[in-house]
Every structure is written in C-alpha cells, then in structure tokens.
C-alpha cells in the first residue's frame, strides 16, 4: 500500500470538484427554459456588490428555486450511492455489489413507502414528520442487507454468487410487497406519483429541515465509512488474513453496514430507487485511482455526484417540457456495465 499523502489526495478531490462545478453549470443552463448563465452571474454579482436588490424574476424562479436545490440534491443523491456502493464492494470483496442489485434499494422503497402510507394516521410534528420516512428507508435497507448477507453465506464464508442470487431475489420480492401496496392502497392520484418516484425522481420538494438532515446524514454516515478505509483495504485480501493483521473484522463488518444503509435509506427516501450508480462509480474511479479505499471514498461520493447530476440533466431535458425518470438514464450506462463485469466474472 503506497503511502497517501493529503497533497495527493486534495489534488484528486480537486479535479473531480472542478469537474462537477463545471456539470452544475452546466446543468443550470438546459432545461425546458433556456436559462443565460451570462446574465446571470451579472445579476448575482451586482446583488453582491449591492448596486441592485434582486434578481431578475426569471433567474429567481427558475434557477435558484427550482433547479439548484434539484442539482443540489442530485450530488447529495449520487455520493450517498457511489460511497455506499464502494462500501459494499469492498466489504463483500464483490465487484458486482451495490445497493440496487443487493436488493438495499428495494428495502428502502418499501421502508419508505411504508412509512408514508403510516404517517398521516401518526399525527406527529413536523419535525419529526420529516424524519419518520428517512428512518423508515434505513430500516428497510438495514433489513434487507443483513438478510443477504446471512444467505449468501456458506460454512461461514461469503459465497459471491450466492449473494448475488440472494441480493437479486429479494429485490424482486420485494419490488412485488412495493407494487401490492401501491395498487391496493394508494389513491389513483397518487399511483402515477409513487410509481414514477420508485423508477427514480429528483423533482420532488422537501422541506428545508429534511435537507438538514441529508447533509448532516451524508457527511456523518461517509465520515464513519472512511474511518474504517484502511480496514477495509486490509480486507480485500480476506477476513481471515485481516483478522491476523489485527482487524476486528466484525466492528467494521458492523460500522460499515450501517453507515451504508444510512447512506441508502436517505437517498432512497428522497429519490427513489436510482439504480446501477453504486455499481458503476466506483468502478470508473478504481481504474482512475487504483483501489485504495483512502482515495477511493471520496472520489467516488464527487464521481457518484456528477454522475447524478448529468443523468438528471438529461432526464429533464432529453423529451422536454417532459421528464424521464433519472433511473431511466443511469441504467442506460449500468446495465451493460454490470454486464460486462458480470460476463468477465464467469469466463
């Protein structure tokens, strides 16, 4: 393992954060709506120099309400899944994994939608209220991951394609308690709704207290992970063989597991099931950066946003005034992908 310098790893941080700068401008200019990005860095400017009050009403409405707190949410979205997926990756020593085809992102959905189908007959805060469907999506990725794991376990070893089985049959079974629910219980207003959130959607309002939450769940639950990154290095080659170097492989089997599904279940719970990001970051970023997961970490939570964010981009502007769910575009890449690396695998 060659030493990581903190030189090294601001560098790779800071290209990838240039790099989403220039997609978040990007971003802010398509849409339905052209938008002049000239005209409003003049405007933004002069606010800050105090020779006007405000914005033109236009930029108002468009850019700073509606499609920077969308972007804003797509990079939480995107690093949430690129972090949890290289945290799954790496803990099951699979390359395939990550929270949708572990079957993660189902568990959430269903945490979540059951959570919102509860929630009115609680009666709770709106503080709390906030929080119920977050906690709701936790639960059910926590759930759903420990169940794989325990299935595709075998003589105390972690079996791969086991785990890919277990992972892929309980997405679809509960995918099938998902779609009951909505049918039978959710209004038809708001069948179309949910149905479009599960494939995947970002335009979603939420309120300022569940976007505290987000950065404070994000930061917090991908702090903890990259505490445990050169455990998780050391465990690439084995548990056995990181248990003799003085690991304590079942507190980082534990911390991790968590902290991803806290990753997931926040996502989830604002934009539904996106699938194939977790799979497909952290790819591109092993071969960029190698595999040290001290690097790995946070170059996959900047790559994982600026996937998001472009996949966002072209879902609302591909069929415009129309939108495509955002799950839609990021399987267009992941699918072939997980593929490939599924073909590569068995040969």
Known sequence: MRPLTLTGLLLRCGVLAVVLFIVV???LKLG???????????DLLHVLLRKTSEISSNYDMIVLDI?????????????????????????????????????????ASLGAIATLIVEPYLALPMVLAALVTPVGAF??????????????????QIDSSTLLLAGIVSASFLSAIIMFLISTLA?????????????????????????????????????????????????????KEAMHLGVDVRRV???????????????????????????????????????????????????GAIAVVIADTLARTVVAPSELPVGAMTALAGAPLFIYLLRRKVA
């Open 32 to 42: 339905a709506v052209p938008v002049s990005l000239y005209g409003l860095g003049l």
């Open 139 to 156: 639960l059910g990725a926590a759930a759903t991951i420990a169940a794989v794991y325990f299935l595709g376990r075998r003589e105390g």
């Open 253 to 303: 089997r534990i911390v991790v597991y968590l902290a991803a599904s806290i990753l997931t279940g926040l996502a989830v719970s604002v934009s539904g099931s996106i699938g194939y990001v977790g799979l497909l970051v952290p790819h591109v970023m092993r071969i960029i950066f190698g595999s040290d997961h001290r690097i790995l970490i946070p170059t996959s939570a900047f790559g």
């Open 67 to 107: 499609r920077l707190p969308r972007i804003l949410l797509s990079i939480v979205v995107g690093a949430s899944l690129s972090v949890a997926g290289t945290a799954f990756q790496a803990l099951l020593r699979n390359p395939l994994a990550d929270p949708y085809v572990l079957g993660a992102s189902s568990g």
């Open 187 to 239: 209004s038809r207003g708001d069948l179309r709704g949910m149905l479009f959130w599960l494939m995947g959607d970002l335009s979603v309002s939420i309120q300022p207290s569940l976007r505290w939450v987000l950065g404070i769940g994000f930061l917090a639950a991908t702090g903890i992970i990259y505490t445990t990154a050169t455990d998780l290095n050391l465990m690439l080659n084995g548990e």
């Open 25 to 27: 401008v990007i971003a």
